[in-house]
């Protein structure tokens, strides 16, 4: 009863996950019961820098404990981010800043994606990996984007 307490404790501290929009998904694993194994790609827009949308392509693990929310998704991600308007910053950018989190299974994975400024190169860089309370994964991703004038016509 302890465990189960302490489970539901740590499932409410956690913030809410941020929503992705879903763009499109392929199967990659028939399952008899439950949805496919599949791969999922999402967009979202960074909070911090108008103009700036990026892609996040990721497993997303079927069956019937992935129908149900608990199976644990593996961690391999690709990221893309690109340049969709001019660039505006709302805010002060803190290097390593997350920008996008999603839960991968149901309390002690995510995976998140951080962004950095390359002030030399002028450039915006995206990091998506994968952590769990005690052991993350090595495995990421990583897009830049170059800060340049957008043409108006």
């Known amino acids: 009863m302890r465990i189960a307490k302490g489970l539901l404790a740590v499932c409410l501290a956690l913030p809410l996950v941020v929503q992705a929009e879903e763009i499109g998904e392929v199967s990659t694993v028939f ?4 949805p496919n194994d599949k791969i999922v790609v999402e967009a979202f827009d960074d909070p911090k820098v ?3 949308t990026c892609y996040l392509s ?3 693990t079927g069956g019937v404990k992935g129908g149900l929310g608990l ?4 961690a391999e991600a690709s990221i893309a981010c690109r340049q969709v308007g001019p660039i505006r910053f709302s805010g002060q950018l803190k290097d390593g800043e997350e920008v996008f989190k999603e839960r991968t299974s149901l309390v002690f994975k995510t995976m998140q994606v951080v962004r950095f400024f390359d002030q030399k190169r002028n450039t915006l860089v995206y990091l998506v990996y994968s952590d769990r309370v005690i052991e993350g994964s ?5 897009t830049a984007i ?3 004038p ?3 016509r």
């Open 31 to 34: 399952k008899w019961v439950g």
């Open 50 to 52: 108008e103009g700036v």
């Open 58 to 60: 990721r497993a997303k």
């Open 71 to 74: 199976a644990e998704d593996r």
């Open 138 to 142: 090595p495995q990421n991703a990583v």
């Open 146 to 148: 170059p800060i340049l």
């Open 150 to 152: 957008w043409a108006t």
